[in-house]
C-alpha cells in the first residue's frame, strides 16, 4: 500500500514498503525514468532475506510533488523525511542507473544514518575530471544529457512527447530501447516478465509529465551539492562492462574516488544485468 509523507516544505511523496514491517531497513532509489513501483525483488524474496525495502517516488514521478531546480544532494533530505516518517535511524542504501547518484548522495550527506551503500550501474558526476563523460554512450542518452545541460526548457521539448505516448501505451517505451541495447540487455529484457515489469514502472512514473525525468537528467548534468570522495560508509559499486547507457568508465572513475570502495565490473554483462544482481546485492547490504 502507497503512503504519502509530506516534507517540511509542504510537498507530498509516494513510499512503498516491502518484505518484513520489522526487517533490516534498505531503502531502494529508482532509476531514471522510475518510481516506487520499480523492479525489486518479490515480496516473498524480501522475507527470507529478513528485509524491510522502502521505495519512493523521487519529486515530480508518480505520485510524488515536482521540486523544480533540485539538485542531486537534495534527495537526503528527503530520504531523511521518509526514514523519519517510518520511524527508521539507521538504514542501508541502493540505488541502480539514475536512482546510483542519488544513494551516493544519501551516503555523502547522512553518514550518521547510512550503514552501507551500493550503486548499480552508477553515472559519475558531469565534467568529472580524466573522465571522458560520454564515451560509450548510446545516442539517445547523449542527446538527452546534450539537451539537459541547456536547461529544463530544451529537455522537456525533447522528452513531452515520449512521456505522451509512453501514458498512451505504457508497453512502446522498452520495444523503442532495443536498437540501442547490447545483446546482454537483449537477453534480459526478452523475458516477458522483466518488460511488463518495466512497462508498468514506467507508466507509474510519468502518469503526471515528464517532469521528475527532465529533473533527474538536468540534475546530473549540473553540480550535484556533493563530493563523491566524502563517502566513508562500506561501499559497492557494480557495473556491466558492456553497458551503453551508463557506460562502466563511470563506475571506474567513482571507485577510485570513493576511500575503500569494492568495485565489481561483470564481464558479458550490461545495463539491465543490475536486476539479475540485485537479490545478491541486497544481501550484502542487510548484512551490514
Excluded at 134 to 159: D, K
Aim: proline share 8%.
Amino acid at each position: 500500500m502507497t503512503a504519502l509523507v509530506r516534507t517540511p516544505d509542504g510537498r507530498v511523496l509516494a513510499v512503498e514498503e516491502s518484505g518484513v514491517p520489522d526487517g533490516k531497513p534498505i531503502f531502494l532509489l529508482h532509476g531514471t525514468p522510475g518510481s516506487r513501483i520499480g523492479p525489486s525483488p518479490r515480496p516473498t524474496v524480501l522475507y527470507r532475506m529478513g528485509i524491510r525495502l522502502i521505495t519512493y517516488d523521487r519529486p515530480g514521478y508518480g505520485l510524488s510533488d515536482r521540486l523544480m531546480g533540485r539538485s542531486v544532494a537534495d534527495v537526503a533530505a528527503d530520504v531523511a523525511t521518509v526514514a523519519d516518517a517510518l520511524g527508521i535511524e539507521r538504514f542501508a542504501v541502493t540505488g541502480r542507473s539514475g536512482g546510483a547518484p542519488h544513494a551516493l548522495a544519501c551516503a555523502a550527506l547522512l553518514p550518521e544514518r547510512i550503514t552501507r551503500l551500493a550503486a548499480l550501474v552508477p553515472l559519475a558526476p558531469r565534467g568529472a575530471e580524466g573522465l571522458d563523460w560520454f564515451e560509450g554512450m548510446s545516442r539517445s542518452n547523449v542527446i538527452e544529457y546534450t539537451a539537459a545541460a541547456r536547461g529544463a526548457g530544451a529537455l522537456t521539448v525533447l522528452l513531452a512527447g515520449v512521456a505522451d505516448r509512453v501514458r498512451a501505451d505504457p508497453t512502446q517505451l522498452v520495444p523503442a530501447l532495443d536498437a540501442e541495447l547490447p545483446e546482454p540487455d537483449r537477453h534480459v529484457v526478452a523475458d516477458f516478465g522483466i518488460r511488463r515489469m518495466l512497462a508498468m514502472n514506467f507508466a507509474e512514473a510519468l502518469r503526471q509529465s515528464a517532469g521528475g525525468w527532465v529533473d533527474d537528467a538536468v540534475a546530473f548534468s549540473g553540480p550535484w551539492g556533493f563530493d563523491p570522495a566524502a563517502i566513508s560508509v562500506p561501499t559497492l559499486l557494480w557495473h556491466g562492462d558492456e553497458d551503453v547507457f551508463s557506460p562502466v568508465g563511470h563506475a571506474r572513475w567513482l571507485g577510485q574516488r570513493i576511500p575503500d570502495a569494492t568495485v565489481i565490473i561483470q564481464e558479458g554483462a550490461a545495463h539491465f544485468g543490475s536486476l539479475y544482481v540485485l537479490p545478491d546485492i541486497l544481501t550484502w547490504l542487510a548484512d551490514g
